[in-house]
Each structure stands twice: as C-alpha cells, then as structure tokens.
C-alpha cells in the first residue's frame, strides 16, 4: 500500500473541499462593497451564515493531515511562509467575528463590521493566492530545512496570483448569489458574474503562460511528449467551461452558473497539481522524500478515514437544513 500517495489524495482532497466551500464564503465579502444597501447586504450574509464556520473545517484538516503525513512539508512550508499565512489568519479572525457582531451591532455601529467584513475577506483571499503563487514558484531547501529569507514569499508572480485568487472567489461568491437570492441582489450578482468570467479567464492565460516561462520543468511536465495528450482535456475543458457558463448566465439560469464555476476551478485545481505533482515540496522533493514512517501514516489514516465522512455527512445536512432561497426579511438569526 502506498501510504504517501493515499495521504498526498486526502490532503489535496481536503484542500479542494475548502476552496470550493470557503471560496464563494470569501467571495461574497470580497463583493460585499457592491451591495451598499443593508436589506441586500443581510441577504447576501444570510445566505451562508449559518454555514461558513463549517467550511473552514476542511482548512483544518489539510494542515492536520500535512502535518502527521509529511512533517519535512510541514515545516518548510511554514516557515517559508509564516507571514503570509499569519496575515490569511487575521483576515479569517476579522471576518469570523463579523458574521455574528454585524447582526448585533447598532445602526450607526455596522459600517464598522462590514468593513472587517470586506476587509478580512479580502486579506484571506489574496494571501491565499499569493501562498499558491509563492508555492509553485518553489521553496529553497538546504539539509532539509528552509533556506529562504522570511520575505522571498513576495514576487510578481506571487502577487498576481493572490489578485487572480480574488476574481476566482469573487465569481464563486456572484454565482452563490445567483443560485441563492431573488430580487435585487441576483440582478446585481448576474451582472457581476458577466465581468468577473472574463476577468478570470484572462487571469488564467496569464498564469498559464508565466507559469512555463518560469520554470522549465512545469513546461516539461506540459509540453513534453506524451504529457501534452494526457493534460490537453484540462484547458479544452476549462474552455468549454467557460463558455457553458456566459451561456447558462445569458439564460438566466440560477444553478448552473454556480455549477460551471465549481468546474473551473476544480480544471485549475487540476492544472496545478500537474505542474507540481509528485512534489510536495517544489522544485524537487516528493511525496515520498517528505513522508513520515508508514506506522505513523497508517495509525492517522485510520482516524481521517472516520472523519472525513463525519465531515462530510454534516456539511451535506447543514447545506441540506439551509436550502432554499433566501429573501429579504428572513434570516437565521
């Protein structure tokens, strides 16, 4: 049994599971400037309000599930990236705490919370992204141990990725609306959504080709034969993903947008783990260069594979509880 290999599926599969659902979480907070009214802006809050605090669970697991499977990971990419993933952490604190005092805050003290709202939402995402963009650039290791300085996390590269992650939640977020409000709010959100398609697919073509450039061996892993068949489905997807979506939001569809951009990013989940796979730890050290003892790897895999389904199983029944469109006036506080 390959332990690492099974331990790298349930990390990345944990990864996925919090961007999918703290995406559009982070996305409604980074569209949040759009809706100045309050009626829209409890709308636009209600829709995920009783469910945001569980999507972070998946958050959680990965960096569990990092830790107990490939501790050299564990530390290098913390230490490379202690600062960025800090200031991730403040904007998640600013906008948690905002969920709940925005609601009993007094009218003339709300504006307060919903800039920690915007704010946090916006600090979390871009640092998110710009993690990613550090990650895959590659960590400098020397006798298993980081070797950068405490700011090599900060690169053009970097730092446009942590822009592309904000326009790729921020259309999670519009899409979410779309599906989950009527009225105003959804008028507003399938307006958005029409910008916000565009602007990621640019992101992507910039990403796509300054990606390559950078690092000859992502073009290798891209460009080289036979690896060119096996990864050509993933932009020809993301193409036709795309496309599917300005026409599902044309229609006025209300799930399918929503639908079609779980896809696309799911296709560039997909693209990133080509670039880099089977490093863990960019340029060149693997799953199984960083894995702990299989003892250790098999006694924690026998705890995640209990988890996961409980994790699984109560984010199912409280999306399930919370269905529905939500309307101005309802909440539920």
């Keep these: 049994m390959d332990l690492p290999f099974i331990w790298a599926a ?12 703290d995406g559009f979480d982070l996305g409604l907070g980074i ?9 829209d802006r409890d709308v636009v809050m209600n829709t995920v309000a ?38 991730m952490l403040i904007g998640l604190i600013f906008r948690g705490v905002a969920f709940e005092f925005r609601f009993k805050a007094h009218e003339h003290e709300r504006h307060f919370w919903d800039k920690a709202f915007i704010g946090g939402s916006i600090a979390a995402t871009f640092f998110q992204g710009v993690v990613l963009g ?24 970097s730092l446009f990725t942590g822009l592309a992650l904000l326009v790729a939640y921020a259309l999670l977020g519009s899409t979410w609306l779309i599906m989950k409000t009527e009225g105003s709010v959804q008028e507003q959100a399938y307006r958005l959504t029409k910008k916000l398609v565009w602007g990621l697919l640019a992101a992507i073509v910039i990403v796509c080709v300054w990606t390559p450039l950078m690092n000859p061996g992502i073009a290798q892993r891209w460009f080289a034969y036979p690896n060119i068949l096996y990864a050509a489905p993933v ?15 044309a229609k006025r569809s209300h799930a399918a947008p929503f639908l079609f951009t779980l896809a696309l990013v799911i296709l560039n989940y997909v693209g990133f783990g080509i670039s880099l796979w089977p ?38 029944w409280g999306y399930y509880v919370f269905r529905g469109k939500v309307k101005h006036g309802e909440g539920y506080h």
Aim: hydrophobic content about 60%.
């Design 235 to 249: 932009p020809i997807l993301t193409v036709v993903s795309a496309a599917l979506l300005l026409l599902a939001v």
């Design 50 to 87: 009783p469910v945001w605090d569980g999507n972070e669970t998946w958050l959680v697991l990965g960096g569990a599930g990092l830790l107990a499977a490939f501790p050299l990971a564990y530390s290098v990419v913390l230490s490379a990236f202690y600062l960025p993933l800090i200031f």
């Design 134 to 157: 550090a990650y895959e650039q590659g960590i400098p290791v020397v006798e298993r141990m980081y070797a950068g300085s405490a700011w090599a996390w900060v690169t053009p590269f």
């Design 279 to 316: 490093n863990i730890i960019p340029p060149n050290i693997s799953i199984w260069d960083a894995s702990s003892p299989p003892q250790s790897q098999g006694f924690t895999l026998v705890g995640a594979l209990v988890i996961i389904p409980l994790v699984l199983a109560y984010t199912l």
């Design 10 to 21: 349930v990390i990345l599969f944990a990864v996925l599971m919090y961007v999918i659902m």
């Design 31 to 39: 569209l949040y400037p759009w809706f100045p009214a309050k009626e």
